[in-house]
């Protein structure tokens, strides 16, 4: 009895350690998060050659390799996939810039523009998040996606910016008023610079918005006391 209960044990031991190592020593749970990156990879690949009504779930799978049952694995549509693809690439791109100021000298200027060159270098390392963040779109989806990244945006832009300036920061509205204004009127020009409408480097561009950044920081002495 002794030998037949240790024999359970150990066929319940190695089920388990099966489980977690999975095919081919690689867990379910891996295998899963690696098609989840194809399929939104190729998502964003179809987006940029043939916009938004291209990126269906046939051809999603297509570009991907993978079955269709793999697709709704994750997700239940083609939006649902799309609004992943922005979610995931405004959250990596804050990462960046949050990254990029902390590693930054502690002094105002110099993180702001740390954050200015941390954004534009994410957009441009890989031009295919413009069609994402930049690029205004006629379809509803596509503009309500790229509306929420924008607000995502504004909202860790402003956190950032009273962070930065501690007391004499303005007050919640202005900056977010301010943030609203610079975020989405950076974004317009970055899509312009990367169209070749803005003949300048992208360290001049960096200077440029990292300027308009510290505008916030002057709001507080701009706006008349009747305007709090």
């Given at each position: 009895m002794h030998q037949n209960a240790a024999r359970r044990q150990w066929e319940r031991m190695s089920s388990m350690n099966a489980t977690k190592r999975g095919y081919g020593g690689i867990s379910s749970e891996e295998r899963r998060a690696t098609r989840r990156v194809a399929l939104m990879d190729a998502a964003l690949d179809l987006l940029t050659e043939s916009g938004v009504r291209g990126v269906t779930k046939k051809a999603v799978c297509a570009r991907a390799r993978l079955n269709d049952r793999y697709f709704y694995e994750q997700f239940d549509d083609a939006e649902a996939l799309l609004e992943a693809v922005a979610n995931d690439m405004t959250a990596a791109g804050l990462r960046a810039v949050a990254t990029a100021t902390l590693q930054a000298p502690a002094d105002v200027r110099a993180r702001i523009h740390a954050a200015a060159d941390a954004a534009i270098e994410f957009v441009v390392a890989d031009p295919r998040r413009s069609n994402i963040l930049l690029i205004s779109h006629t379809d509803a989806v596509l503009q309500?996606?790229?509306?929420?990244?924008?607000?995502?945006?504004?909202?860790?832009?402003?956190?950032?910016?009273?962070?930065?300036?501690?007391?004499?920061?303005?007050?919640?509205?202005?900056?977010?008023?301010?943030?609203?204004?610079?975020?989405t009127g950076v974004m317009e020009l970055v899509a312009a610079w990367m169209r070749g409408e803005f003949d300048t480097s992208r360290a001049h561009l960096a200077d440029v918005v990292a300027a308009m950044l510290m505008t916030v920081a002057e709001i507080s002495t701009t706006i008349p006391a009747s305007g709090q």
């Open positions: 309500r996606i790229r509306l929420d990244s924008t607000r995502a945006i504004v909202r860790s832009m402003s956190a950032m910016t009273r962070d930065l300036l501690g007391e004499s920061a303005p007050s919640q509205l202005d900056t977010d008023l301010a943030a609203f204004t610079i975020v």
